[in-house]
Antibody, heavy 120, light 111 residues
Framework: EVQLVESGGGLVQPGGSLRLSCAAS????????MSWVRQAPGRGLEWVAN????????FYVGSVKGRFTISRDNAKNSLYLQMNSLRAEDTAIYYC?????????????WGQGTLVTVSS | QSALTQPASVSGSPGQSITISCTGS?????????VSWYQQHPGKAPKLMIY???NRPSGVSNRFSGSKSGNTASLTISGLQAEDEADYYC???????????FGGGTKLTVL
């Protein structure tokens, strides 16, 4: 069974940093593109970033470019999101999501999410 | 970047059919076959229901179907069941960031 388990969320002050982790199991992690998708409270979904299987390609939504860094450790079956210079508008549940093999912007497995709250 | 446009809410009675629309532009929905739909129950993670406009992943009921005409995609749920009550999000690929853009979501109420 595919499992994605996020951790690392919490309350942080504006300008602060957090590192999210996603532990994957039940599939060959190194074979898949992986993404972070967020959902602000009571709002819709927003794709944040993704990374190729070997880490050689990564893409970001414009609002986080230069502040967030996606990374992965295939030996540990883990995906990460380093978030710096956090803003109130980054407050959201952050989901780790696996891409379908056929197209990297379809997400067929999701974690339960981890809540990030940016507030003073 | 603007989200795709969905109605805020739709409703239907058990056994009926409903359709949720998702309107974009020629730069996303209208330009590619890469349209998908997700179901999200309260407090849960989204679930992929439709991809490539009209394909269903394994395990998704054939009561769910998708289509597209021009810049508007649609999700139809036939034979409504109480368990279908959830939020539904459409998504489309676009060639400039963000490469996956979502709709604002539609709350489906089963009366």
């Amino acid at each position: 069974e595919v499992q994605l388990v996020e951790s690392g969320g919490g309350l942080v002050q504006p300008g602060g940093s957090l590192r999210l982790s996603c532990a994957a199991s039940g599939f060959t992690f190194s074979n898949y593109w992986m993404s972070w998708v967020r959902q602000a409270p009571g709002r819709g979904l927003e794709w944040v970033a993704n990374m190729k299987q070997d880490g050689s390609e990564k893409f970001y939504v414009g609002s986080v470019k230069g502040r967030f860094t996606i990374s992965r450790d295939n030996a540990k079956n883990s995906l990460y999101l380093q978030m710096n210079s956090l803003r109130a508008e980054d407050t959201a549940i952050y989901y780790c999501a696996r891409s379908l093999s056929m197209f990297i912007y379809y997400f067929d497995s999701w974690g339960q999410g981890t809540l990030v709250t940016v507030s003073s | 970047q603007s989200a795709l446009t969905q109605p805020a809410s739709v409703s239907g009675s058990p056994g009926q059919s409903i359709t949720i629309s998702c309107t974009g532009s020629s730069s996303d929905v209208g330009g590619y076959k890469y349209v998908s739909w997700y179901q999200q129950h309260p407090g849960k993670a989204p679930k992929l229901m439709i991809y490539d406009v009209s394909n269903r992943p394994s395990g998704v009921s054939n009561r769910f179907s998708g289509s597209k005409s021009g810049n508007t995609a649609s999700l139809t749920i036939s034979g409504l069941q109480a368990e279908d009550e959830a939020d539904y999000y459409c998504s489309s690929y676009r060639t400039s960031s963000p490469y996956a853009i979502f709709g604002g979501g539609t709350k489906l109420t089963v009366l």
